[in-house]
């Protein structure tokens, strides 16, 4: 997972100053976070898989494709 989250974030160009702002967490905790120090929370995750357009099962190593899940749709009221 560490260095999935690392190469999807060098892809973008992003430091990891840039992407510890979006997550509002510090530039080391960012860093800790791919160095496996502590455990990503699962808001994290979640921010992540959307951010990057895959899915926390391929942050995880749950699978190797990187293509997301099909987004749930929100119900509409006249849905009802």
Same mark, same amino acid.
């Given at each position: 997972?560490?260095?999935?989250?690392?190469?999807?974030?060098?892809?973008?160009?992003?430091?990891?100053?840039?992407?510890?702002?979006? &997550? #509002?967490?510090?530039? *080391?905790?960012?860093?800790?976070? =791919? $160095?496996?120090?502590?455990?990503? !929370?699962?808001?994290?995750?979640?921010?992540?898989? &959307? #951010?990057?357009?895959? *899915?926390?099962?391929?942050?995880? =190593? $749950?699978?190797?494709?990187?293509? !997301?899940?099909?987004?749930?749709?929100?119900?509409?009221?006249?849905?009802?």
């Amino acid at each position: 997972m560490l260095e999935r989250i690392r190469n999807l974030r060098e892809d973008r160009d992003m430091t990891q100053k840039e992407l510890s702002a979006l &997550l #509002f967490v510090s530039r *080391s905790t960012y860093s800790a976070y =791919e $160095l496996g120090k502590v455990n990503v !929370p699962a808001e994290t995750l979640r921010f992540l898989a &959307l #951010f990057f357009d895959t *899915s926390v099962d391929y942050l995880l =190593e $749950l699978t190797d494709n990187p293509t !997301p899940y099909r987004r749930k749709q929100k119900k509409g009221k006249a849905d009802g």
